[in-house]
């Protein structure tokens, strides 16, 4: 079990321009949720998917933000036209459907100059 | 989701034990309370979990009072990588997580 990996762990861009990052849930795990992190805040959901399925959006996710995950498998989620404020760590975790302890990636940091 | 209080910060020194209470007025039944450990520029780590009572394993202990409206990680004999920020998350077991801003513990030699 090689634990919940993203890509890439770092990302700068312009503003404007667009972004896309990857999670690799632990492979048995179902579930897949992305979540924001700011400096000196906890993290904050964002979206999640039960195997394909998107099953829930936060009102976070304007609509420059898109989230997939094709195959059930891994997901990527892509900003559109960034803007400055979308500088934040953005972390993915995974878990079981039942009883799912979720286990975090070690997050991309992305920042747009 | 049930809102948690706890402290915004804490120090200690090594080997001694550490408690951090939360405070969950409004947890519900079917709430769990989580906790997760998180170093600077890393993902979350979950520590522990728990419904009531007390829960143990190698990292840490959770106390639950018989209302389930605070809870207390303890720590034991902590050590300088212990340095981190710990959260206190309530709510279902099987649903999207909701942060607050943490208790930072500081470890000192």
């Known amino acids: 079990d090689t634990g919940v990996s993203q890509n890439p762990r770092h990302k700068i861009t312009k503003r404007g321009q667009n972004v896309t990052f990857r999670c690799d849930p632990i492979?048995?795990?179902?579930?897949l949720y992305w979540y924001r992190q700011t400096l000196g805040q906890g993290p904050e959901f964002l979206t999640y998917?039960?195997?394909?399925?998107?099953?829930?959006k936060s009102r976070l996710l304007s609509d420059r933000f898109s989230a997939e995950r094709p195959k059930g498998s891994f997901s990527t989620l892509e900003i559109q036209r960034t803007e400055q404020g979308d500088s934040a760590m953005y972390l993915c975790?995974?878990?079981?459907?039942?009883?799912?302890?979720?286990?975090f990636g070690p997050g991309t940091r992305l920042l747009v100059l | 989701l049930a809102k948690t209080t706890q402290p915004i910060s804490m120090d200690s020194y090594e080997g001694q034990e550490v408690n951090i209470t939360c405070s969950h007025n409004?947890?519900?039944?079917?709430?769990?309370i989580t906790w997760y450990q998180q170093f600077p520029s890393q993902g979350p780590r979950f520590i522990i979990q728990g419904y009531k009572t007390k829960v143990t394993n190698e990292v840490a202990s959770l106390f639950i009072p018989a209302d389930r409206k605070s809870s207390t990680l303890s720590l034991p004999r902590v050590s300088l990588s212990d340095t981190a920020v710990y959260y206190c998350l309530v709510g279902p077991n099987d649903y999207k997580l909701s942060f607050g801003a943490g208790t930072t513990v500081t470890v000192r030699a």
């Open positions: 975790a995974s878990s079981l459907e039942r009883g799912g302890t979720q286990y």
């Open positions: 998917f039960q195997n394909e399925a998107q099953l829930e």
């Open positions: 492979s048995e795990h179902n579930r």
């Open positions: 409004n947890i519900a039944t079917n709430d769990y």
